[in-house]
């Protein structure tokens, strides 16, 4: 069998290792990268391209809240990325699965329950916790702002993650390697796609996703 290569991003050492205990206990070889924070985590994807998997703490230190998954599935759209969570209420499950999770692990799982979660997603599944139960978007607002955000390209989803970490045009530019031109013409196309007239604008809406969540 194939070496699996998993990566774990908590920044609880602690909630690692059981992370690590959870997928050591499974069958199988596998590779297991672990990050701190969520640029070690960016850094860990980027360094293991072929990675099976990623679980992904929703409260990351270096991200807020839904930014860093949507960041990390506009560079890394193949990832599969499990979010990892002690906020496990089914509106914040939801906005991760309509977000681009692959699946969503409360931290109050026990390690069977985390194993078969992993082992769902590596199947090409979804995994949720056993008691949600799927329904709509109950804030018309961010259902809308939801649908929007997916209208955006790979590259405008991080220019928007970007703004909303507070970074000024030329330093997206230079994260990106591009021109500035390149970033304020992303910037423009996504007050558009979001129906905005200002940066500021654009990172409240941004804001509005992560407003269910208890950090």
């Known amino acids: 069998m ?5 990566i774990i991003a908590d920044d609880h050492p602690l909630f690692r290792d059981a992370l690590r205990q959870a997928v050591t206990g499974m069958e199988g070889q ?6 701190g924070d969520f640029s070690a985590a960016r850094a860990a994807a980027t360094d293991h391209p072929d990675a ?3 679980l992904l703490d929703l409260a990351m230190p270096g991200v807020s809240g839904f930014s860093g998954l949507m960041a990390l599935r506009a560079e890394f759209a193949s990832l599969p990325i499990v979010i990892i969570s002690a906020t496990d ?5 939801r906005r991760a699965l309509e977000l681009g999770a692959s699946g969503f692990i409360s931290k109050s799982s026990g390690i069977e329950d985390i194993r078969s979660s992993i082992q769902t997603v590596l199947a090409g599944d979804i995994a949720t ?3 949600y139960r799927d329904g709509h978007e109950q804030d018309p607002d961010v259902a809308d702002l939801i649908h929007r955000l997916h209208t955006l390209t790979p590259q405008q989803s991080r220019v928007l993650t970007m703004l909303g970490e507070g ?8 994260e990106l390697g591009v021109s500035e031109a390149t970033i304020k013409a992303h910037v423009s196309a996504i007050l558009l796609k979001l129906n905005v007239d200002s940066r500021t604008q654009a990172v409240i809406q941004l804001g509005k996703i992560n407003m ?3 950090a």
Not at 30 to 35: C, G, K, S
């Open 2 to 6: 194939q070496e699996q290569t998993m």
């Open 30 to 35: 596998h590779a297991i990268v672990e990050a």
């Open 52 to 54: 099976d998997i990623m």
């Open 89 to 93: 209420d089914a509106t914040t499950i």
């Open 129 to 131: 916790p056993e008691n």
């Open 167 to 174: 970074l000024l045009n030329k330093q997206i530019a230079y």
């Open 212 to 214: 269910a969540m208890v």
